[in-house]
């Protein structure tokens, strides 16, 4: 069965640094997604994409962060220049050409900013 | 955002019993709804969906049931086992096609 891929799955980072996470959605899908899960809280909307471009997101999505689908097959979530509160679980998930319902998640990157 | 709340942190329930987890959600305007599933270290899985032109849609076990007059959503789990223990969310798609708001979730769990 298909599956949304995510690397890598723990990154430790110092206050400031650029981290880049990324995400392998199920191939033929058309709409990607970040989300965020800080330990113990609710999922957090981040960002959706779709036709190579941004379609929404949210008020944690600012000038810090950007998205990118360099190639047919990654999908990557850039934070330029981290804060400690940016310590969470990143969630990727896609959806199909039926539309953005039904979203898969990938497992998750952890990460922790020092 | 929008205001997508659960009314139970915690629900414990004996295996074989029915289980109802609640969601309450406020934009009146939302037109789709979903449940996830999140086992721990794991990212959300997918249960069922129902959209807003409609009151009920039935899964395998899995019943969702939409009251749109009080804005209340509902995941019944027909003959609960060990393995539906994890926390529940519930989702909706609000005033924007691709944006979605997830509830603060509900831990379910299922005593042998």
């Known amino acids: 069965e298909p599956e949304v891929t995510q690397t890598p799955s723990h990154q430790v980072t110092q206050m400031g640094q650029e981290v880049i996470l990324r995400c392998v959605p199920i191939s033929n899908h058309l709409y990607f997604y970040w989300y965020r899960q800080i330990l113990g809280q609710k999922v957090e909307f981040l960002v959706s994409?779709?036709?190579?471009?941004?379609?929404?997101k949210s008020e944690i999505f600012d000038d810090q962060f950007s998205v990118e689908r360099p190639d047919g097959s990654n999908f990557t979530l850039k934070i330029r220049s981290t804060k400690l509160e940016d310590s969470a679980m990143y969630f990727c998930a896609s959806s199909g050409a039926g539309g953005p319902d039904t979203q898969y998640f990938g497992p998750g990157t952890r990460l922790t900013v020092l | 955002g929008e205001n997508v709340g659960l009314h139970l942190p915690t629900l414990s329930v004996q295996e074989g019993d029915n289980s109802i987890i609640n969601c309450a959600y406020s934009n009146s305007a939302s037109d789709y709804f979903i449940w996830y599933k999140q086992e721990s270290g794991k990212g959300p899985q997918f249960i069922i969906d129902i959209r807003s032109n409609m009151d009920k849609r039935q899964g395998q076990r899995v019943t969702v049931l939409l009251n749109k007059t009080v804005k209340h959503l509902s995941l019944q789990i027909a003959a609960t086992q060990p393995g539906d223990s994890a926390v529940y969310f519930c989702?909706?798609?609000?005033?924007?096609?691709?944006?979605?708001?997830f509830g603060s979730g509900t831990k379910l769990n299922v005593k042998p």
């Open positions: 989702a909706e798609r609000g005033a924007h096609f691709n944006k979605f708001y």
């Open positions: 994409f779709y036709n190579n471009e941004i379609s929404e």
